[in-house]
């Protein structure tokens, strides 16, 4: 049985679960075990004793704990993208890619430890001095999703850390295999007992036991919309408040024009639709195209299409991975009759496909002749799922995209500057892409949305201390000179 790490030490539990290959259900990937509400307690003890220390260690220490972290998870790339892909079921080159880039955020954090900001300002008094610090927050505890099992740990972890943290990790029910391989490697960079714990397990035992503790002084989320909003409520209710931030769904539209290379957004919407089987939040699932190119635009998606393998997640050559369950799967399925019975039409794909081993494959779906207001255009289904909506001209094209409860990626595909000018100043989305997928982010920038999407600060670069410090202004007065 794989163990939780808590004050240091690998801790058996009475539970454990297997963990399942989607692309292949009789491997098991391992039995892991799942932490008690007693266990959690224990994990927030061992942190909340660990802060004071850790939160006075020095820039240095910590800078070479998240080197040594970062450099671990570099060296072992193909290993550990080959046991995401194996349980999470993204393909081989995205299970790495996803690695690579979590060492590359572990990396640029270890700078940031050096570079933690602060200010010195006159005051409007005289001989009175004012410094703005940022001090950490506490015990912050990381609830994360399965869709990215690495990065997305990684983008919490790695800036909690490099601003004094001390943490309570919960990773996803799904993926308790990287985490546990994450963690290995955390326990292996110098970190003090306490520093850093993991507590796998169910979000109603676990999750809520992390939500109920007054130790625990904020709360990173990502996942879906309504455990989103349960966190939230959780944390503005406690007593003291907890501070919170959440990353949640999408329905990311991609607008394409009449003056759109076709070629370029025929890969873009490949490419952020299907890859990672769609289960990307900043995955596009509406794609908003101009009357003069939406026929030839559905037709050479479909012609696209039909060169797409899906299959095993780790076999070369697979374009598409599994759906990650079988939970997932008929969500996927339910959606795709939801679309037909609401009228839009199937242009390709949609069925489920029979494989060497057992796994949850399924060839991705496009609707056509889709209204803006129908279900499956309004509603995160979280797989590969597209839609296509016509639309008159620009002006309109932009009005659908912004029609959504959500505001998380938004793309389009133009060879004119005016419009894409025009789009970047008016799509509400918190990234914008300009001839390019709507997912595939750069790990040293700001990451997060608007609307329904996320709630306070952003993850991921400089913009990541806002949440993992708080703000202290001190006022010395040195006597009148
Ligand atoms: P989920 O909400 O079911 O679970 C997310 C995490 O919350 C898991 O670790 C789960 O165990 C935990 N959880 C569940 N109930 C809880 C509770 N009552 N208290 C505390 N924790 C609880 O989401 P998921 O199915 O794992 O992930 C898919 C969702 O994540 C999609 O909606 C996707 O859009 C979203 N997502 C968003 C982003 C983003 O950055 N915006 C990135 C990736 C995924």
């Not at 932490?35 to 927030?44: K, P, Q």
């Not at 769609?278 to 039909?306: L, N, P």
């Not at 016509?390 to 133009?414: K, M, Q, V």
Request: glycine share 10%; net charge negative.
């Amino acid at each position: 049985m794989t163990l939780n790490y808590i004050a240091g030490e690998w801790l058996a539990a009475s539970n454990a679960v297997p963990n399942v290959n989607p692309s292949n259900t009789s491997d098991v990937v391992g039995e892991f075990a799942q932490a008690s509400a007693a266990d959690v307690e224990r994990a927030i003890d061992a942190a909340f004793d660990a802060f004071r220390a850790w939160s006075h260690s020095t820039i240095q220490t910590r800078h070479d704990c998240l080197n040594a972290i970062a450099a671990e998870i570099l060296s072992r790339k193909e290993e550990l993208g080959r046991l995401l892909s194996r349980e999470e079921g993204k393909t081989l080159p995205e299970g790495i890619g996803e690695v690579t880039r979590a060492g590359q955020i572990f990396q640029f954090f270890a700078g940031e430890c050096l570079r933690l900001p602060g200010e010195k300002l006159p005051s409007v008094r005289a001989g009175v001095d004012v410094e703005i610090t940022r001090e950490p927050v506490g015990v912050v505890g990381l609830i994360t999703p399965w869709n990215f099992p690495v990065a997305i740990p990684a983008w919490k972890i790695a800036p909690a850390l490099a601003c004094g943290n001390t943490v309570v990790f919960k990773p996803a029910e799904l993926v308790p295999g990287s985490a546990h391989a994450l963690t290995e490697i955390i326990s292996r960079a110098g970190i003090p007992p306490g520093v850093f714990n993991l507590v796998m397990g169910r979000g109603s035992v676990v999750g809520e036991a992390m939500l109920k503790n007054i130790k625990i002084a904020a709360i990173s989320f990502t996942g879906s919309t309504s455990t989103g909003e349960h966190i939230a409520q959780s944390c503005t209710t406690a007593h003291p408040m907890k501070k919170v931030q959440l990353e949640m769904g999408g329905k990311n539209p991609m607008v394409v024009l009449d003056d759109a290379d076709l070629n370029v957004a025929i890969e873009c919407a490949v490419n952020s639709a299907f890859f990672s089987t769609g289960q990307r939040c900043t995955a596009s699932s509406r794609f908003i195209v101009t009357d003069g190119v939406h026929d030839d635009f559905v037709a050479a998606m479909a012609e696209r299409m039909k060169s797409l393998v899906v299959d095993d997640a780790c076999r070369a050559g697979t374009h598409i991975g599994p759906v990650v369950d079988q939970r997932q799967l008929d969500q996927d399925l339910s959606y795709i009759r939801l679309g037909q019975d609401e009228g839009a039409k199937l242009v390709a794909g949609g069925e489920l496909l029979s494989r060497d081993m057992p796994g949850f494959y399924l060839f991705p779906a496009l609707f056509a002749e889709v209204d803006n207001r129908m279900r499956i255009a309004r509603e995160e289904i979280f797989g590969p799922v597209a839609t296509v909506i016509r639309a008159r001209n620009y002006e309109n094209a932009l009005e659908i995209a912004n029609d959504t409860p959500f505001g998380l990626s938004s793309g389009i595909c133009t060879s004119s500057l005016k419009y894409a000018s025009h789009f970047k100043r008016n799509a509400q989305a918190g990234m914008i892409m300009v001839n390019l997928p709507t997912a595939g982010v750069d790990y040293h920038v700001p990451f997060g949305g608007r609307k329904g999407s996320s709630y306070g600060p952003r993850e991921q670069g400089r913009y990541a201390a806002e949440f993992y410090t708080t703000v202290k202004t001190s006022y010395s007065f040195g006597g009148n000179i």
